[in-house]
């Protein structure tokens, strides 16, 4: 009987899952973008500003459908200021047309403030690790508007606002370089075997790639972070609210600068994503990071499953999608001195190991079958070193992968 590839399940992104009020909701945003660009375009007045209005309503409008939990905020925000400013235009210029304009241009905020648009529809579909369209440009759009706007700060500015600015610029040109890396799409990096040494001995398996150009993107996106983060630290006077201590804003741009320009600076000395691999062997699961290695023997894998860390800012949840792997014996992991330190951290924030996903070369759900697959079925654990495992792993041949965790 032929076997099929599964993949685990969760609630669905995009536009199934958005309930009828969000859909009609984003719709509306969406056209009345279009319309006064088009409008303002037939009368001869269609200048930057107009264009811009234009693309934040299309904007809202994706972040309605794709973002989740943060582009409906991103939506309902959207939708209050198109209304607010229509109620001062109308005060200002009374009238029944104006009064009717005004109601249907509302219609957005009415319905996304109803209860029901904050709940998604219970859907299913595979698990995606990569992000959505909606992810892709809410961050393509903002990272370019404001560090455009940044720059123009930076430029035109006086004193610490030219500082101010240069931050800025830095800040959501990193969020423009990472856009890409939530862009869905197939990848197409080639599995390969090679040989390797596990302990004492020499095994073969299949090499599972990261992107040299997706890692080297998350790595300038790092540096622009923490050069950013240093503007906060130097220029914290001018984003402090008027009467407040900046030295909360030192503190954030001080970790800031301790997180991503330490954290790049490791990742970089370990090589570009060419050096990052997973390489599935019939008793371990090796991850190397350039030199650095763990290796993971299959006895003490507990399970596998998808996963993810989650933050917060100021009400916006961020989350990173991983696999993960639990472990029944930390000890028994061979590692680096820094990955061990670091190993009870990890399994509070997600799992023992984690695999990062958004830089792989092959397509994320692929390495959590094969993962879960061959954790099942230690009776195939030896056709990874053979051609037969390799076919197996290429045409995503998976039977019984249990649904995701995460």
């Excluded at 404001?146 to 830095?170: N, P, S, Y």
């Excluded at 499953?305 to 014996?329: C, H, K, M, N, Q």
């Excluded at 680096?336 to 990062?356: F, H, K, Q, V, Y």
Aim: hydrophobic share 55%; glycine share 12%; net charge positive.
């Amino acid at each position: 009987m032929a076997e099929r590839s599964a993949r685990p399940a969760m609630p669905a992104g995009g536009w199934r899952s958005r309930p009828g009020v969000v859909r009609v909701a984003a719709v509306l945003l969406g056209l009345f973008g279009l319309l006064l660009v088009l409008i303002e375009a037939d009368r001869g007045d269609l200048d930057a500003a107009v264009v811009a209005t234009g693309l934040v309503l299309v904007a809202a409008a994706a972040a309605l459908v794709w973002a989740g939990r943060p582009g409906y905020w991103v939506g309902l925000t959207v939708a209050a200021l198109l209304a607010v400013l229509l109620l001062v235009v109308l005060a200002r210029r009374p009238g029944v047309a104006g009064l009717v304009v005004t109601a249907v241009c509302a219609l957005p905020l009415v319905l996304l403030a109803v209860p029901a648009a904050r709940r998604p529809r219970p859907t299913t579909r595979p698990a995606r690790f990569a992000g959505g369209w909606g992810e892709f440009v809410l961050l393509l759009v903002v990272g370019l508007l404001f560090t455009v706007g940044g720059l123009l700060l930076a430029l035109t500015g006086r004193g610490a606002e030219r500082g101010a600015g240069a931050t800025i610029a830095l800040f959501f040109l990193a969020c423009l370089l990472a856009a890409p890396l939530f862009a869905p799409g197939r990848r197409r990096g080639h599995l390969r075997q090679e040989t390797l040494r596990v302990g004492d001995r020499h095994e073969r398996g299949i090499v599972i790639p990261y992107s040299g150009l997706r890692t080297g993107v998350l790595l300038v996106a790092s540096a622009c972070l923490a050069l950013a983060m240093l503007g906060f630290v130097v220029f914290a006077d001018a984003f402090a609210d008027p009467g407040k201590s900046p030295w909360p804003v030192r503190l954030v741009g001080v970790v800031g600068v301790v997180f991503f320009g330490l954290g790049g600076f490791l990742a970089a000395r370990r090589g570009w994503g060419g050096r990052w691999r997973v390489v599935l062997t019939p008793s371990a699961v090796v991850v190397a990071v350039g030199s650095a290695r763990t290796v993971v023997p299959w006895e003490v894998i507990e399970q596998v499953r998808a996963t993810e860390v989650t933050t917060s800012a100021r009400g916006v949840r961020i989350s990173e999608p991983l696999v993960g792997i639990d472990v029944s014996d930390p000890l028994a992991i061979e590692t680096g001195p820094l990955e061990r330190l670091l190993l009870p951290l990890n399994r509070r924030l997600a799992a023992d190991i984690t695999l990062p996903v958004r830089t792989l070369d092959i397509d994320p759900p692929l390495l959590h079958a094969a993962l879960c697959y061959y954790h099942q079925h230690p009776q195939a654990r030896a056709e990874l070193a053979t051609p037969e495992g390799l076919a197996r792993m290429r045409h995503g041949r998976f039977a019984s992968v249990p649904r995701s965790d995460g």
